[in-house]
C-alpha cells in the first residue's frame, strides 16, 4: 500500500523526487557525441562512422547518449570525426575514425570512462 | 567526390538543416521505361539568396571561416556527368528545392547506395526534424514520414535511435519490396 502523505513538507519531497526523475527520462543525457557532418565528413566515412555508432551503442546497452550531427569545423583532414562531451564535463575530438576506433572508443571512453588518447585530435 | 547518390542527398539535407529547415521532404523517382532516375530534396528553410548559378560554384559559400562550398557542385558535376541536368527553384515547402534528373542507366551514374542508412543517421541525430521520404518505382511506390513513426512512440520513448531504427526498417522493406535499381 502507498504511503500516505502526512505533511507539506512531505508533499514537497515526493514532488521534488518525481521532478529529478522526470528530468533524468526527459533532460539531456549526461554524455554528447556530435558527428561532423560537412561535405569533406561525407566524403570520409561520417554516415558510416555514425552507423557504426549507433551499433555500438545497441550492443554494450548504453542509452544515456545524446547523438546530433555538425557541420565542418575546418579539419577537413582529419575527417571522418566526432566530439563527445562526457559525464565530467570536458570535451575530446576523436578525429580520423574508423570502425575498430569507434568501437574501442565505446569500450574504454564510455564504459571504461578513460579516453582513448592516441585518438584525440592533436591540434 | 561522394561515392553513392544517397551521400549525396545526406549533404543536401544537411545544408538544409543548417539552414534551419525543420521539415524536409526527399523523393526519388525511377521511370525505367524512359530510363530516368530523378532525386528531389525540398526544405522549408529561408531557401537561395544568391542566383542559383553561384550557389552551384565551389568557390561560394555561406558559412563563415570558409572559401569553399564543394557539396552542390559536386552534385551537379555527377549530375552531369550522365547527361543529366540539377535545377535549383523555390519549394512548395516555402524553401529551397534541388531537383537531379540522370540517366538511369548510365555507366558514370553513381550507385543510390545505403539509403536507409542514409535517412536513419539523419533521423538519429535531429529526432525532431519532419522528414518526408517517398521513393517511386514505375508505378510502385512507397513513404515513409517521420512524424508519423515518431506518434507511435511515447514521449519518455521518443529518443532518435529507437525512431532511427524503426525509419531504417521501413525504408529498407520499401526498397527490397520495389526492387529498386542500385
Do not use: W
Not at chain 1, 515526493?14 to 521532478?19: A, G, I, N, P
Not at chain 2, 542566383?51 to 552531369?80: C, H, I, M, N, W
Request: glycine letters at 8%.
Amino acid at each position: 500500500m502507498a504511503k500516505k502523505i502526512k505533511s507539506l513538507k512531505e508533499l514537497q519531497e515526493l514532488k521534488s523526487r518525481v521532478k529529478a526523475d522526470i528530468d533524468l527520462r526527459s533532460g539531456p543525457k549526461e554524455t554528447q557525441i556530435t558527428v561532423h557532418m560537412g561535405t569533406c565528413g561525407i566524403a570520409a566515412g561520417a554516415r558510416d562512422i555514425l552507423t557504426s555508432l549507433t551499433a555500438e551503442l545497441s550492443k554494450a546497452s548504453i542509452d544515456n547518449v545524446t547523438l546530433r550531427q555538425s557541420g565542418c569545423i575546418g579539419l577537413c583532414d582529419q575527417e571522418p570525426m566526432f566530439s563527445l562531451s562526457d559525464r565530467s564535463g570536458a570535451t575530446f575530438l576523436y578525429v580520423r575514425l574508423d570502425n575498430n576506433k569507434v568501437h574501442e572508443i565505446v569500450q574504454d571512453h564510455l564504459l571504461g570512462g578513460n579516453p582513448v588518447t592516441s585518438y584525440l585530435s592533436k591540434e | 567526390m561522394l561515392r553513392e547518390l544517397s551521400l549525396h542527398i545526406l549533404d543536401l539535407i544537411e545544408n538544409a538543416i543548417r539552414a534551419g529547415a525543420s521539415i524536409i521532404s526527399v523523393t526519388i523517382t525511377e521511370d525505367r521505361a524512359k530510363d530516368v532516375l530523378e532525386i528531389a530534396v525540398e526544405d522549408n528553410g529561408p531557401g537561395l539568396s544568391v542566383p542559383v548559378k553561384v550557389a552551384t560554384d565551389p568557390f561560394y559559400t555561406t558559412k563563415s571561416g570558409k572559401s569553399t562550398g564543394l557539396g552542390l557542385s559536386l552534385f551537379r558535376f555527377q549530375v552531369e556527368q550522365t547527361g543529366g541536368e540539377l535545377t535549383l527553384h523555390r519549394s512548395e515547402l516555402g524553401g529551397l528545392a534541388v531537383k537531379a534528373a540522370m540517366q538511369l542507366s548510365h555507366i558514370d551514374r553513381s550507385p543510390l547506395g545505403d539509403l536507409a542508412s542514409t535517412l536513419a543517421s539523419v533521423v538519429c541525430t535531429n529526432p525532431d526534424l519532419d522528414l518526408q521520404y517517398r521513393i517511386r518505382v514505375d508505378a510502385s511506390e512507397c513513404e515513409v514520414d517521420v512524424s508519423k513513426v515518431r506518434d507511435e512512440f511515447s514521449p519518455d520513448e521518443r529518443c532518435g535511435l529507437t525512431i532511427a531504427k524503426h525509419v531504417y526498417k521501413q525504408i529498407k522493406e520499401g526498397l527490397s519490396a520495389l526492387k529498386v535499381t542500385e
